[in-house]
């Protein structure tokens, strides 16, 4: 049997931008994206903690430094520039590696500057 479980999360990332006019997904900064083990590509589920907005959408590289979370497409609706959101992602795995992971979760602050990486659960 497979489950889904959390695989990371970067927690309370602010939003630096929105731009409707590009074909969708969420840019992230390649170091944050590293640090949370996050793929180009790869699905996520963003709950935008200003609002209530939950969507799914995929990972695009941004810049290495930068620090920039971007939300484009048509999701860009649902959030403001300076919202703070949660990026998630899951991973399917059997009951046995459930029971041993330990997801990757970063706590960044309002400059998304890495604060704490933690991986309990």
Known sequence: MQIEMLYSKIHRACITDANLNYVGSITIDIELMKKAKLRSGQKVDIVNINNGERF???????????????????????????????????????????????PYVLLVDENNDIEEIN???
């Open 56 to 102: 799914s959408t995929y990972v695009i590289k941004g810049k290495k430094g930068n620090r920039d979370i971007c939300i484009n497409g048509a999701a860009a609706r649902k959030v403001q520039t300076g919202d703070r959101i949660i990026i998630i992602a899951y991973a399917s795995m059997s009951i046995k590696e459930a029971n041993k992971f330990k």
């Open 119 to 121: 991986r309990y659960v």
